[in-house]
Antibody, heavy 119, light 110 residues
Framework: QVQLVESGGGVVQPGRSLRLSCAAS????????MHWVRQAPGKGLDWVAIISYDGSNKYYADSVKGRFTISRDNSKKTLYLQMDSLRAEDTAVYFCVREMYNKIYFDNWGQGTLVTVSS | QSALTQPASVSGSPGQSITISCTGTSSDVGGYNYVSWYQQHPGKAPKLMIY???NRPSGVSNRFSGSKSGDTASLTISGLQAEDEADYYC??????????FGGGTKLTVL
């Protein structure tokens, strides 16, 4: 079965960096576009970024453009999110999400990893 | 990249039907048939309920249906059940090749 397991969350000071990872299993990782979606405590879902199946195309939400970088290593079946210049408003649970093959919807979600930006 | 507009809350009694709206623009909801809906129970990851405006994944009850008119998409739940109580989010593809969510709607089953 499809499994997406995020890691790398924690408490970080404003202005510092953090890298999230998402280990994928149960499917051919290199065939699928992948996303990061976040959810601030008690708030709604907020789309962050997408990377194409081969890493050649990447798009970001305006709120993170220039600060966050999405990447992937298909040989390791792992998705990454490098987060720089973190702000208090980046505090959220970050979900790793698979996009259905050749479709435009999210079909599998990880359980999320909590990032807290606080001094 | 403004969030799609959803009502903050809706409610209904068991057996009744409710509809949740999701309003965007011609650059997202109105421009593409790529609207999807997700159900989220507290502390859980979201679950896909509807994709491509009006398609149900296998395993999702046929009590859930979707539609779209212009810049507004809708999710209808008929025959409300207690387990339907959850938060619901719409999502759309955008002209910029990004994705956008609605603000979410809390469904209360009275």
């Amino acid at each position: 079965q499809v499994q997406l397991v995020e890691s790398g969350g924690g408490v970080v000071q404003p202005g510092r960096s953090l890298r999230l990872s998402c280990a994928a299993s149960g499917f051919t990782f290199s065939d699928y576009a992948m996303h990061w979606v976040r959810q601030a405590p008690g708030k709604g879902l907020d789309w962050v970024a997408i990377i194409s199946y081969d890493g050649s195309n990447k798009y970001y939400a305006d709120s993170v453009k220039g600060r966050f970088t999405i990447s992937r290593d298909n040989s390791k079946k792992t998705l990454y999110l490098q987060m720089d210049s973190l702000r208090a408003e980046d505090t959220a649970v970050y979900f790793c999400v698979r996009e259905m093959y050749n479709k435009i919807y999210f079909d599998n979600w990880g359980q999320g990893t909590l990032v807290t930006v606080s001094s | 990249q403004s969030a799609l507009t959803q009502p903050a809350s809706v409610s209904g009694s068991p057996g009744q039907s409710i509809t949740i709206s999701c309003t965007g623009t011609s650059s997202d909801v109105g421009g593409y048939n790529y609207v999807s809906w997700y159900q989220q129970h507290p502390g859980k990851a979201p679950k896909l309920m509807i994709y491509d405006v009006n398609n149900r994944p296998s395993g999702v009850s046929n009590r859930f249906s979707g539609s779209k008119s212009g810049d507004t998409a809708s999710l209808t739940i008929s025959g409300l059940q207690a387990e339907d109580e959850a938060d619901y989010y719409c999502s759309s593809y955008t002209r910029s090749s990004t994705r956008v969510f609605g603000g979410g709607t809390k469904l209360t089953v009275l």
